[in-house]
């Protein structure tokens, strides 16, 4: 198995059709459809079934795209690594990212810090909000895109945006057919909870479904967003997750506003409060200018 299939196989699975990914990746489409043959061989499951008008993932290939990310962002994250011990004269600056979140910010915060100084290391790391929160703590991570984590009070916090809370659920699902979903009408559903390495998601959720006179017990838990998704295809669940998931639904999956006052949880950046970075200092003076380009990307 080389990078190239993992490469190859997330642009099929984000297009949804080996015809746009070929024309993405500037190849043709019995190239690309060799490759994800041989990289179905390898993995030895069916990552993919093909249709007239594109391709849906299978469950295995849901499971295997979330790892595909996963590993390029770690090659990333090791090019990056050995490039700062190659260059070691260079400044370094670590960033971390609430895992998901790197497709929104990560560009715009490059493109600002490299702007201005380009002569500069960064490292990028990506994972759950309480371990990034830690490494900020511990000096691992300069500045982090997290949730505001509670007990670290010597981290802190910059708003970025508030993130409503949406419906996730199937797209064949009734309540699919309307344009917004009630609390009630969870009630009965077979619910996909947020476990507790995503505490303030989940307390945002628990407190909102509380406000709403709703008592569910979830039938399945999803650690973070990336892994609910396959999880709601697969078990026809439903779930409350913040808006960024809107950014892995597959055609299996949609989601739905909530009606009347959705709850909402916040991105910040994190950071220690003794940190002297020169960087930091610098990527905290243009967080106006980082929202803005980073909103403008969601629009």
């Known amino acids: 198995m080389e990078l190239r299939h993992l490469r190859y196989f997330i642009a099929v699975g984000e297009a949804g059709s080996l015809t746009v990914a070929a024309r993405k990746l500037h190849t043709s489409q019995p190239s690309l459809s060799r490759q994800i043959r041989d990289l179905e061989n390898e993995v030895g499951a069916q990552l993919l079934t093909r249709r007239a008008r594109g391709i849906d993932l299978t469950p295995a290939g849901r499971a295997f ?3 595909a990310r996963s590993v390029l962002t770690q090659v990333e994250a090791a090019t990056e690594a050995a490039r700062r011990v190659a260059h070691p004269a260079k400044p370094c600056f670590s960033m971390g990212f609430l895992t998901g979140h790197e497709l929104t910010w990560m560009p715009e915060a490059l493109r600002i810090l490299r702007d201005e100084l380009p002569n500069i290391n960064v490292m990028i790391s990506s994972q759950y909000s309480p371990p990034l929160a830690d490494a900020i703590s511990k000096g691992n991570v300069d500045a982090g895109f997290l949730r505001r984590e509670r007990g670290v ?13 949406v419906v996730v659920l199937p797209s064949d ?30 307390a945002a959720i628990d407190d909102y479904l509380k406000r709403s006179g709703i008592n569910i017990t979830p039938a399945h838990e ?12 697969s078990t026809g669940g439903v779930a409350l997750l913040p808006a960024y998931v809107q950014n892995f639904l597959t055609q299996s999956v949609t989601s739905r506003p909530l009606k009347g006052d959705a709850p909402t949880v916040d991105l910040v950046l994190g950071y220690k409060k003794s940190n002297q970075s020169p960087v930091l200092k610098l990527l905290l003076s243009r967080l106006d200018e980082l929202v803005a380009r980073a909103s403008n990307k969601t629009r």
Do not use: Y
């Open 173 to 202: 699902h009734p309540l699919a057919a309307r344009k917004a979903i009630s609390p009630g009408d969870l009630v009965g559903e077979t619910f996909v909870g947020v476990s507790r390495t995503a505490p303030v998601v989940r």
């Open 222 to 233: 999803t650690e973070h967003v990336v892994m609910g998704v396959p999880l709601i295809a």
């Open 153 to 165: 009070p010597e981290l802190a916090f910059r708003p970025l945006v508030k993130e409503p809370i």
């Open 65 to 67: 795209l979330e790892h």
